[in-house]
């Protein structure tokens, strides 16, 4: 099966490593590693485990870190319907980012995106989503002083003359390379990008610096900033340096990206742990054989089983992590066992999770940028 | 020589009657003008005269203020230069609409948009005219408290979001056709006919009420409402009316229309007594005789003399002009003479527009639009 991956598709097996030549990435190396655990006192599971693999200018901005100039981080989040834990994996990336290097994250929330990207999304819908998923973002824990929500609609009077600025350097023809448009698209979907590129240099012009910015992303967003880097670079800003990870498989196996609106294939961040045993037992791919005599002589498959896929991202102990995959490998620990505990492990999560979305309401106001 | 009227380019002599057959909109007829002066008290004489000499929708936005539902006037201004008198011909229309009819003006100024369309106007000599253009308006003796300034970059945060209603509705295609634009427009100008298009209905969402629209404006224009019509028609709202305006020509003839880039085609509302009298003198077009003799003899022309066309517009009292245009057809007025007594209307008009521009600058608080 081919595989396809933009910022509005990801299909198929995705062969990261023809994704960095092809995109001119570069891939995270042990010095990269090294200079980050130097910087932040360890580092991260998510990039020991290949996770976050791929950067743009990241060098560049740990250099302007060790010589006092703090970058600033971006990331955003386009609502149109639930979180899913596909999508807390970068957050959750950020926010030890921003414990351990003492950033500012400056999160967009454009809720202008998927109204005018999706044909039958309605204005008060995505209004709808675009509270819930505040409300996930900050249960996540971020801290507030620290953490600055750039709602697209609200903030249109800071950010719509920025676009401006950004737009009169892109034509439409260039659009439509990066992002395979057509003259059916509408002019809000055209002039779109424009909007996402705002945060790159926004955060400097409001508060008079010249911090370089970060932004950590799944790779098939990677298009919008390729755009971005030469328009900014343009209008006399510094290129935002790029941070990419690998998508997290949805339940159904390890080709395409989670998506919440298949919601068997994710584990929405509202789940309770019923609805998440149920799903993880039904739906996650397993790499198990096809009876359990057959997988305690030859093991189960890693690679392609979803329970030992996702606890990378959910098991922080890396020796805890190998005993579980020696045993799935060695046909110690079944399909449903390894299930088990992932389950546990998510559950876990989302009680916290779920028990401070509920303080999540009184903190909106902290969180949204004044301006 | 063939003709051109479109928002983006006027030239040649242009055929009203085939721009009112193409368009499809309809003359202004005597029972028109018999309503109006109905409801009025008066009529004024630009619709005598036949410069605003078309319509949509009007008859409709006659009828509910019968009914007690008062009309607002929307305008504009895409500022990148000086105010010339072509441009205030419209608005000193617009100012007896609003004392006759006592209606709120809702003027736009969409600074964004020849920053977007011209390659080579920088942001901040943009927002300098935005600034020299407010005090003309201003100084044309509106009521503040029923005038409201829209400032696209600064009104961003109320406009664009309903900016985004109105532009899912547009493909790149309609606008294509009705603009000609190609694939090398930008995408900032590609959208910006959404944001035109805000103030049609923007007064009232801010104010919860149900008022019909209407829209003084140079014939050139009606393109750019004919597209917005369709689309706030598909947002729930009731299309604009509109009402059309024939171009004041330039200086140099009755071809085209004035613009300020031709500086000397036009006269600028800060234009000393001195500069008047010399562009007039030097280059407006005389419908003359070669010889005073031949003049004497046979007469002066009307209808091409620019002196005489621009009279229109500034002398007021019917019976004052019929005795100049007959003096002039007759050949007892000289072109020099006829030059003499525009020159002086119009430096008398100027005198007061420029004590009052002075006065301007404290004003313009009132005028901008509080949200």
Request: charged share 30%; with cysteine.
């Amino acid at each position: 099966m081919s595989s396809k991956v933009n910022p509005y598709s990801v299909s198929g097996k995705v062969n990261y490593d023809k994704l960095v030549s092809e995109f001119g990435v570069k891939n995270i190396t042990p010095d990269v590693l090294k200079e980050i655990e130097i910087l932040a006192g360890e580092v991260h599971p998510y990039l020991r485990r290949g996770i976050f693999f791929a950067y743009r200018d990241l060098k560049k901005v740990l250099n302007e870190y060790k010589k006092g100039n703090k970058f600033f981080l971006y990331t955003g989040r386009a609502p149109s319907g639930p979180i899913h834990l596909g999508h807390v994996s970068v957050w959750l990336f950020m926010k030890w980012l921003q414990e351990k290097f003492d950033v500012d994250i400056w999160f967009q929330f454009p809720d202008e995106e998927k109204f005018l990207f999706k044909s039958d999304s309605s204005w008060d819908e995505i209004q709808h989503w675009l509270y819930e998923n505040m409300l996930d973002v900050i249960a996540l824990g971020f801290d507030p002083k620290k953490t600055h929500f750039l709602i697209n609609t609200k903030h249109a009077g800071i950010m719509y003359p920025e676009a401006v600025k950004v737009a009169k350097k892109i034509t439409f023809s260039s659009i439509k390379a990066a992002f395979g448009f057509n003259e059916s698209n509408n002019i809000g979907s055209i002039f779109y990008t424009a909007m996402q590129t705002v945060p790159v240099f926004l955060p400097n012009v409001l508060e008079n610096k010249k911090r370089p910015c970060l932004i950590p992303l799944g790779i098939d967003q990677d298009v919008h900033f390729r755009l971005s880097r030469d328009v900014v670079e343009k209008l006399g800003y510094e290129k935002p340096a790029l941070i990419h990870a690998k998508f997290m498989p949805p339940l159904s196996g390890v080709e395409g990206k989670m998506s919440s609106s298949e919601s068997d294939k994710a584990i929405l961040m509202t789940d309770s742990p019923k609805e998440v045993a149920r799903k993880i037992n039904k739906y996650a791919f397993s790499g198990g054989r096809d009876t359990v005599e057959e997988h305690r002589k030859h093991g189960g498959n890693i690679d392609v089983d979803i329970a030992c896929q996702w606890l990378k991202y959910f098991e922080f102990d890396d020796e805890k992590l190998k005993k579980i995959y020696d045993n799935y490998s060695s046909g110690k620990l079944l399909s449903g066992e390894v299930k088990k505990i992932l389950i546990d492990k998510i559950n876990d999560f989302l009680a916290g999770h779920q028990k401070r979305r509920k303080e999540a309401e009184k903190l909106i106001d902290k969180f949204i940028y004044k301006n």
